[in-house]
């Protein structure tokens, strides 16, 4: 999936859900990283799903960076974890 947005996004479906072995969400992180990095606004989506309860701050920027690729849901739940991370 190197170089591949959507690729990643998947293969961090299979191992969040398990599918290919043990769960996994960290190896799920890993693909959701390279897929938002590769600017994949469903993976910066995905990881910041992961990481809002652990590091809402991370999680944030990545809800964020989804928004500013175009993604509607990522820039409501930017505007939710905003509210609690501010305060």
């Known amino acids: 999936a190197a170089g ?3 690729g990643c996004v998947e293969l961090g479906r299979l191992y969040q859900t398990g599918k290919v072995g043990k769960k996994d969400v960290d190896r799920a992180n890993e693909f959701y990283r390279e ?6 606004f469903v993976g910066c989506r995905e ?7 652990t590091a809402p701050s991370q999680a944030l920027t ?4 989804g928004c500013k690729l175009g993604d ?4 409501k739940q930017s505007e939710k974890l ?3 991370v501010s305060n």
């Not at 990881?47 to 309860?53: F, G, K």
């Not at 990545?62 to 960076?65: A, D, G, Q, W």
């Open 4 to 6: 591949n947005g959507l």
């Open 62 to 65: 990545l809800f964020e960076r």
């Open 72 to 75: 509607g849901l990522s820039c």
């Open 47 to 53: 990881m910041a799903y992961s990481l809002r309860s």
């Open 82 to 84: 905003s509210k609690k």
């Open 35 to 40: 897929a938002c990095e590769l600017d994949e």
